[in-house]
C-alpha cells in the first residue's frame, strides 16, 4: 500500500452519467479525495477508498454534492458505505 497521497481529483468524461464506477485507492494516508459522480451500484461487489486516515472527501450522486467531514457533523469514525462503495479505515 502506498504510503501517502495528497489529493486525487476525478472529473471523468463528458457526457458519461458516472465518473467514478468500481474503482479502489488505497494508502496510509489519503488527503483531499474529490470523486465526482459515482455510480454507487456495482452489482453487490465492495469499491472504495482503504487507508489510516482521510483529510477529506468529496463526491456527488446526481446532483446533490456531499463532503466528508463535514463541517457541520461529527463524523469521526469516516464515512458511511454507500450501496457497494464504501470507505475503509483501518
Same mark, same amino acid.
Given at each position: 500500500m502506498a504510503r501517502s497521497i495528497r489529493s486525487v481529483t476525478v472529473r471523468g468524461i463528458a457526457g458519461a452519467a458516472a465518473s467514478t464506477i468500481n474503482s479502489h485507492i488505497?494508502?496510509?494516508?489519503?488527503?483531499? *479525495?474529490?470523486?465526482?459522480v *459515482?455510480?454507487?451500484?456495482?452489482?453487490?461487489?465492495?469499491?472504495g477508498l482503504a487507508c489510516d486516515t482521510l483529510t477529506r472527501l468529496t463526491y456527488k450522486n446526481g446532483k446533490m454534492?456531499?463532503?466528508?467531514?463535514?463541517?457541520?457533523?461529527?463524523?469521526?469514525?469516516?464515512p458511511l458505505p454507500v450501496q457497494d462503495f464504501e470507505v475503509w479505515l483501518v
Open positions: 488505497a494508502a496510509a494516508h489519503l488527503g483531499t *479525495i474529490s470523486l465526482g *459515482i455510480q454507487f451500484d456495482n452489482l453487490g461487489t465492495p469499491f454534492s456531499y463532503a466528508w467531514p463535514n463541517a457541520n457533523a461529527a463524523e469521526k469514525a469516516g
